[in-house]
């Protein structure tokens, strides 16, 4: 997968990339919650954090769809 370039909205610096991570869903549902009528299970997201603020930015892990 790609790791792409993201700068953080308020530093306005690159976000280092972090992996991904599996997010529980119904654990974890401070920024999932509005998510759930579309996800079910666990969620694997690619994680970026800003050096600086430590902001987190997550993005939806995409699979190889056949
Ligand atoms: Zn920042």
Do not use: D
């Not at 994680?47 to 430590?54: L, R």
Request: with cysteine.
């Amino acid at each position: 997968m790609k790791v792409r370039q993201i700068n953080c909205p308020y530093c306005n610096i690159p976000m280092k990339y972090r992996g991904t991570e599996k997010i529980q869903l119904g654990k974890s549902n401070i920024i999932f919650e509005h998510l759930e009528h579309w996800l079910s299970g666990a969620l694997t997201v690619s994680i970026y954090e800003c050096p600086s603020c430590n902001k987190l930015e997550f993005f939806k892990y995409k699979k190889n769809k056949g």
